[in-house]
């Protein structure tokens, strides 16, 4: 039951900007700030990974200012304090080891190497910088984009750039041991 509860809140989540143009384009943005603050719930309910809590934390928010302000544009800087809360998180890691990239290295590679440490948390910092950056384009495209351009950045090229920047980190981290490794 558990993982159904975290597979729906993260779908529901990933499929957001939709929702949200959707809903903008009908003028009933009050079903997705509803629907906002359910999926938060439903985070909070399964249980997750406690360095979550801050991404949970600005759902409920964003769905719950929205309502009770009675405007849409919280709906639409969830993407940007999903940014700020990915980096807070990352950053956290930062002082509190092990990083956030060596935590996701090492469910492959259980005996990561000191030289894949350095290097994952190298990585990390790309990661806060991306972060931040990414907050700033969602933040730009809440007041100054149309809402074409907000659903197409916050719910496809965010993305994009996520997976991309994730898999040429898991490329040059392999590139990084093999080289190692002939070194040795």
Not at 6 to 17: C, Q, R
Not at 48 to 77: E, M, Q
Not at 111 to 129: A, D, F, H, I
Not at 153 to 173: K, Q
Request: net charge positive; aromatic share 14%.
């Amino acid at each position: 039951m558990n993982n159904i509860l975290k597979g729906i809140a993260g779908v529901g989540l990933i499929l957001y900007p939709f929702f949200v143009a959707y809903a903008l384009a009908h003028g009933q943005y009050v079903w997705v700030s509803a629907v906002l603050i359910a999926l938060g719930i439903l985070r909070l309910l399964s249980k997750g990974n406690a360095l979550l809590w801050p991404l949970t934390g600005f759902a409920i928010l964003c769905g719950g200012l929205s309502l009770i302000l009675k405007d849409h544009a919280w709906l639409k800087l969830y993407p940007v304090f999903m940014s700020l809360g990915a980096l807070f998180i990352f950053a956290s890691t930062l002082i509190r080891p092990p990083s956030m990239i060596e935590r996701f290295a090492r469910l492959a590679e259980p005996n990561l190497p000191e030289e894949g440490v350095g290097w994952t948390r190298q990585v990390t910092k790309v990661w806060c910088g991306f972060f931040c950056i990414n907050a700033v384009i969602a933040l730009i495209t809440v007041f100054f984009a149309p809402m074409k351009i907000w659903v197409l950045y916050n719910g496809l090229i965010s993305y994009v750039l996520m997976g991309g920047l994730l898999l040429g980190e898991f490329v040059l981290r392999k590139r990084q041991q093999r080289l190692h490794q002939a070194q040795k």
